[in-house]
């Protein structure tokens, strides 16, 4: 079955420090890859996405991922974290001919002052 | 401007009643879903419409019906409530006929406790 794996549940960085975000999906044909991150108590909001083309896609609030097909994986980075990025991560993936995003478990970012 | 709105944000309600979520979206979006966040943070869809037809329909109890007046509004309506339906219910829309590229944009969500 097609799945999406974020091995990581709970992540704790310092503020300032630099952030990976993994995601692993499972294969398929024309992967459409997507994070998410949702505030305490909100909605999800789009922090990038990648469909073709350059492997390193730059996002919202500086965040970049990279496909890495080899791999099977779209990780997220930051090189220097904010106290307001504390949140819930999302990883979610699409695949043509589908109609519905396969989101991960979510990782949880907290960030230590 | 609101994007995707949903009313209520709270419900409580007793087990065996009956309630409505609404879900609107001033996108001009075609089409609109419902996704359950369980108490792990799991998201999983639950039905889709785009132009007020029924796209997805995942494993759900016939308990659960989507009514789409039109295409600006998906609203979700749950009989005989249960415990296991406490969660947060999300809606989304997307501007295209729902395909696997289509950038979904969420509402706040509606968190349902069940008694």
């Known amino acids: 079955a097609q799945s999406v794996t974020q091995p990581d549940i709970h992540i704790t960085v310092s503020e300032g420090a630099s952030l990976e975000l993994r995601c692993n999906y499972s294969?398929?044909?024309?992967?459409?890859l997507f994070w998410y991150v949702q505030s305490p108590g909100q909605g999800l909001q789009l922090l990038l996405k990648y469909f073709s083309g350059d492997t390193l896609v730059q996002g919202i609030k500086g965040f970049e991922a990279e496909f890495k097909r080899s791999q099977s994986s779209f990780n997220l980075r930051k090189p220097s974290v904010h106290w307001s990025d504390a949140a819930e991560y999302f990883c979610?993936?699409?695949?043509?001919?589908?109609?519905?995003?396969?989101f991960g478990t979510g990782t949880r970012l907290k960030v230590l002052a | 401007d609101t994007a995707v709105s949903q009313t209520p944000k709270y419900l409580v309600t007793q087990m065996g009643n009956d309630k409505s979520i609404k879900c609107e979206q001033n996108l001009g979006h075609d089409t609109m879903y419902w996704y359950k966040q369980d108490s792990k943070k799991f998201l999983k869809i639950m039905f889709s419409y785009n132009n007020k037809e029924l796209i997805i329909n995942e494993t759900v109890p016939n308990r659960f019906s989507p009514k789409s007046p039109d295409k600006a509004h998906l609203n979700l309506h749950i009989n005989s409530l249960e415990l296991g339906d406490s969660a947060v219910y999300f809606c989304?829309?997307?501007?295209?006929?729902?395909?696997?590229?289509?950038?979904?944009?969420f509402g706040p969500g509606t968190r349902l406790l069940v008694l």
């Open positions: 294969y398929g044909a024309t992967p459409y």
């Open positions: 989304a829309s997307s501007q295209g006929a729902g395909g696997a590229g289509e950038t979904q944009y």
């Open positions: 979610a993936v699409a695949y043509s001919g589908t109609y519905k995003y396969i």
